[in-house]
């Protein structure tokens, strides 16, 4: 492909490109002299399984990989026993190496119901950071200041709270980079959240004599809760080896405008296709293809019929409040004229609410009354005797009809 042809793929789904104009001289060099990129990520195995937020990030990994690039899968064995302070507003738990190594076995796992395994290379970090003398260490700790590090605004927070920072914190940064260097990275892809690390990586290779990587950004996704990013920290992750009916399930429960970030960052689904779907079938459509990227299609299936069996054949009506309508004439038992009424109008949140409207609906079968669609067009009810109604797809209300004089 061409700088430009790469480009327009490479961009899709990104935050930031550091810099535009460096990526395209790269991409140059590389079709000319026929070298791919080295293009790395790392992922640190702080807990065992590789999560949806993390499919951002392994998704443009897998770009890269289809256009000829290589790339480096880099497991952060080494930097997981300090851990990740971005973001942080404590002091982060360390994991021993027995831990962090258990952990890392799941990565190489799953790393393949995402990219192709035998055209990635994975590698350790503790590979080369293990092996650093004092003296390397003191040489990479001269490459950058206090005042630089406490730019991060997590950090800096912190100090103004008093709250603690530990030095292998502020040392974390530097490892994160020094593996650039290591590397000879051409790109380092990370999460909006890394890009204080990431641009520390540009930094440090300079100073040991390279060229500096470019940074791509990714979004963050937001986890189930839909307010903080998905992490196993904060437990609202999707993990991609989760049993299938356990993934639809946490799949459904998000918020429909976390949907469209979903369906954006985690499918190659259409927007447009999406909204015209109702919102409770765009949802499992969504979910039904999240599974099937890392299930297949049966185990999809399976878990959308294990979920309608469960979730969605109950009464929708059971514990509903049972609202009271007041009517003087037989005109007024008439079904479409109940329900544009002001009490069922403001229950149903249908506008315009116009009983024209509603006899249109009754006419279309949109409107069952007790579980049966009605053939009048609008169908007289009786005094004294409870309805349950059903308007479109999501519409439920209860009445029962009183007479004004009985009143």
């Not at 001269?142 to 927070?157: G, I, M, Y």
């Not at 000879?184 to 100073?207: S, V």
């Not at 007041?326 to 007024?332: I, N, P, S």
């Amino acid at each position: 492909m061409t700088v430009n042809e790469q480009l327009k793929i490479i961009r899709r789904g990104t935050v930031e490109i550091i810099n535009e104009e460096g990526l395209k001289k790269k991409l140059d060099e590389s079709i000319k002299f026929k070298k791919p990129l080295i293009v790395k990520a790392g992922f640190d195995p702080s807990a065992p399984d590789i999560h949806l937020g993390h499919t951002v990030l392994l998704r443009k990994l897998r770009h890269f990989q289809e256009l000829g690039h290589r790339v480096v899968f880099l497991i952060g064995d080494f930097t997981a026993m300090i851990g990740d302070p971005s973001g942080r507003t404590q002091t982060r738990p360390t994991l021993t190496k027995e831990e962090v190594l258990e952990n890392a076995k799941t990565y190489q796992k799953q790393v393949n119901k995402i990219l192709d395994i035998k055209r990635i290379e994975v590698v350790f970090n503790s590979e080369w950071l293990g092996k650093l003398t004092p003296f390397n260490i003191a040489e990479l700790l001269s490459k950058q200041t206090v005042a630089r590090v406490l730019e991060r605004d997590d950090f800096l927070k912190r100090y103004k709270e008093g709250k603690d920072i530990s030095l292998l914190e502020f040392f974390y940064p530097l490892l994160q980079a020094y593996d650039s260097v290591v590397l000879k990275a051409d790109i380092e892809l990370g999460g909006a959240d890394q890009k204080f690390n990431l641009l520390m990586g540009r930094t440090i290779q300079e100073r040991y004599g390279q060229p500096p990587q470019i940074v791509i950004t990714t979004p963050l996704l937001e986890g189930t809760d839909g307010v903080q990013k998905m992490s196993k920290s904060y437990s609202n992750y999707v993990g991609i080896n989760e049993p299938p009916e356990e993934m639809y399930g946490k799949l459904m429960s998000i918020s429909d405008e976390m949907m469209m970030k979903y369906y954006e960052l985690l499918t190659d689904t259409e927007a447009d296709s999406v909204k015209k779907l109702h919102p409770m079938e765009a949802k499992k459509s969504l979910a039904k293809e999240i599974v099937r990227q890392y299930h297949g299609q049966g185990e999809a299936e399976k878990a959308e019929k294990g979920f309608e069996k469960t979730f969605q054949k109950r009464d929708p009506f059971t514990g509903m409040k049972t609202i009271e309508v007041y009517v003087d004439t037989k005109d007024d038992r008439m079904l479409a004229n109940i329900l544009s009424s002001t009490v069922a109008c403001t229950n149903l949140t249908i506008t315009p609410c116009s009983k024209s409207g509603f006899r249109r609906l009754i006419g279309q079968g949109a409107v069952t009354i007790n579980g049966t669609k009605s053939s009048d067009i609008s169908p007289e009810l009786d005094l004294d005797k409870e309805y349950s109604i059903k308007v479109g797809k999501r519409i439920f209300i209860k009445i029962i009809l009183k007479s004004k004089k009985n009143a």
